[in-house]
């Protein structure tokens, strides 16, 4: 039942959920305070959601994350993408 649950979510979003679980196991450990962490997740959100995330974009979200505090989870980031550029 789980995994039918699953390929319903991949054909709906077309995106693979075996990338999802990689890249939430890599936030586990991951060091958000961490300039080239940050941006290395935000480049992988990017790659698995295919929404190119333009230099400037990019910057504003990190600068977010690391210097203003906020969370780096994915609904965030999806959230600070999905907005005009």
């Known amino acids: 039942m789980e995994n039918q649950f699953f390929k319903n ?13 990689e890249l939430a ?3 586990q450990n991951a060091n ?3 300039e080239k962490t940050v941006r290395g997740v935000i480049q ?16 504003k979200i990190v600068q977010s994350i ?5 969370q780096l989870d994915l609904g ?6 999905n907005k005009k550029q």
């Open 32 to 34: 958000f305070k961490d």
């Open 44 to 59: 992988r959100v990017s790659q698995i959601a295919n929404k190119p995330v333009s230099k400037e974009m990019e910057d």
């Open 9 to 21: 979510i991949e054909k709906k979003t077309g995106v693979n959920m075996n990338d999802i679980f």
């Open 66 to 70: 690391i210097k203003d505090g906020k």
């Open 76 to 81: 965030t980031i999806s959230k600070m993408m």
């Open 25 to 27: 196991n890599s936030l």
